[in-house]
């Protein structure tokens, strides 16, 4: 009588907690699509306690949080979902934009260095997943500002962080991944004007000795 009372409560457990998560879930996927970052994320975490292999939600959970500004968040979010399918460009695709933003924003070298070469080694994974969309979409474009970004910061002449060879290799990685770019739309003067920087950045450090 006992065994039959209790895997009856499992069965009921087992039924309500998956009954819980899809509601969560449910609303979750709705406040995302509204566009109301805030309570998709309050609702997603609700759900990830019931469920953290939910690889729909864990995206979801990791683009409301790069939205919402919560770089760091953002990325431990889509580490889940990338665990879970590791085949996810626009996971690494996002993960590395979060990445750049911290990248940028710290004022500590060893974490800006990190967090923008992370975003650099990311970005090409989402290329190397998904080649044919990486030309139209802007996977190169981000990978150049990650490439720009870290290219001043190790062109930073009279520091202790310029390193002439390493600015000048993702100074012209920087280019090349801009270049496609524009290759791919004549019009893109802003791109153009990134190319003309980074070319002038570069001269400025070839020379130096």
Not at 120 to 132: E, G, M, Q, Y
Request: glycine residues 4%.
């Amino acid at each position: 009588m006992r065994l039959s009372i209790l895997v009856s409560l499992l069965v009921f457990s087992t039924v309500e907690r998956a009954a819980s998560q899809n509601a969560y879930t449910k609303l979750g996927q709705q406040a995302y699509i509204d566009g109301n970052f805030k309570a998709a994320i309050a609702q997603l975490e609700k759900g990830r306690l019931i469920d953290s292999t939910d690889a729909n939600a864990l995206w979801m959970l990791g683009y409301s949080y790069y939205h919402s500004e919560n770089y760091a968040k953002s990325i431990a979010a889509f580490t889940k979902e990338i665990a879970i399918d590791p085949a996810d460009a626009h996971a690494y695709y996002y993960r590395a934009k979060a990445q750049c933003r911290l990248g940028v924003d710290s004022k500590n070298p060893a974490e800006k260095e990190k967090y923008l070469l992370s975003s650099i080694i990311d970005l090409t994974k989402a290329i190397s997943i998904n080649p044919a969309e990486a030309k139209i979409t802007s996977f190169y474009q981000n990978r150049g500002m990650a490439y720009k970004e870290y290219g001043f910061f190790r062109a930073q002449q009279n520091t202790k962080f310029f390193d002439k060879n390493r600015g000048a290799s993702s100074l012209k990685s920087a280019i090349a991944d801009f270049q496609k770019v524009l290759d791919a739309d004549k019009g893109r003067e802003d791109i153009a004007s990134l190319i003309d920087v980074c070319k002038e950045k570069l001269a400025s450090i070839v020379g130096h000795h």
